[in-house]
Antibody, heavy 121, light 110 residues
Framework: EVQVVESGGGLVQPGGSLRLSCTVSGLSFTDAWMSWVRQGPGRGLEWVGRIKSKRSGGTTDYAAPVRGRFSISRDDSKSTIYLQMNSLRIEDTAVYYC????????????WGQGGLVTVSS | QSVLTQPPSASGTPGLWVTIPCSGSSANIGKNPVNWYQQLPRTAPKLLIYKNNQRPSGVPDRFSGSKSGTSASLAISGLYSEDEGDYYCAAWDDSLNAYVFGTGTQVTVL
């Protein structure tokens, strides 16, 4: 069974930075494509971005609202991906989910429990 | 504002069925496979359908997906009260070079 666990959420001021971590077990992480999805308070799901496996180039793609401010990276030795969030805005306040992409391009079959990020002064 | 449009709500009677439409464009649904997610209250989303009509292991065959042109739909048959929640379509958008979710449909079992 695939398990996905996020960590690192919290309260940050506008303009600040925060890094989320996502550790995965139960699969061959080196072959895994991973994604981040967020959900603002009372809002729908919003895709944030994805990172492919190194064998697939290790490249990243991002949604327009976070492009240039957020970055996703991976450490295969720790079965972990990261979401580095810079220049945070109030509208980035959301629950952030990490998910394993089981079928390309982005069918996410295993999700973490979500971590709350609150951007507020 | 999403490029995939869904009705905000849908309802059905226990034991019967409900269909949720998802409207897109040639840049997303028209060219790429559609996925469907279920989000029950206060839980993480769950993949129900991938590649238009495929069910992951463990998803009951009460859930079925279809696609035609730039539209897709999810059908839920034999409705249970436990099916109440939010349902989202999603697809890759070649113009945005991004994955997009639909606006979401809240399903109520009457």
């Amino acid at each position: 069974e695939v398990q996905v666990v996020e960590s690192g959420g919290g309260l940050v001021q506008p303009g600040g930075s925060l890094r989320l971590s996502c550790t995965v077990s139960g699969l061959s992480f080196t072959d895994a494509w991973m994604s981040w999805v967020r959900q603002g308070p009372g809002r729908g799901l919003e895709w944030v971005g994805r990172i492919k496996s190194k064998r697939s180039g290790g490249t990243t793609d991002y949604a327009a609202p976070v492009r240039g401010r957020f970055s996703i990276s991976r450490d295969d030795s720790k079965s972990t991906i990261y979401l580095q969030m810079n220049s945070l805005r109030i509208e980035d306040t959301a629950v952030y989910y990490c998910a394993h992409i089981a079928w390309a391009p982005v069918a996410m079959n295993s999700w973490g429990q979500g971590g709350l990020v609150t951007v507020s002064s | 504002q999403s490029v995939l449009t869904q009705p905000p709500s849908a309802s059905g009677t226990p034991g019967l069925w409900v269909t949720i439409p998802c409207s897109g464009s040639s840049a997303n649904i028209g060219k790429n496979p559609v996925n469907w997610y279920q989000q029950l209250p206060r839980t993480a989303p769950k993949l129900l359908i991938y590649k238009n009509n495929q069910r992951p292991s463990g998803v009951p065959d009460r859930f079925s997906g279809s696609k035609s042109g730039t539209s897709a739909s999810l059908a839920i048959s034999g409705l249970y009260s436990e099916d109440e929640g939010d349902y989202y379509c999603a697809a890759w958008d070649d113009s945005l070079n991004a994955y997009v979710f639909g606006t979401g449909t809240q399903v109520t079992v009457l």
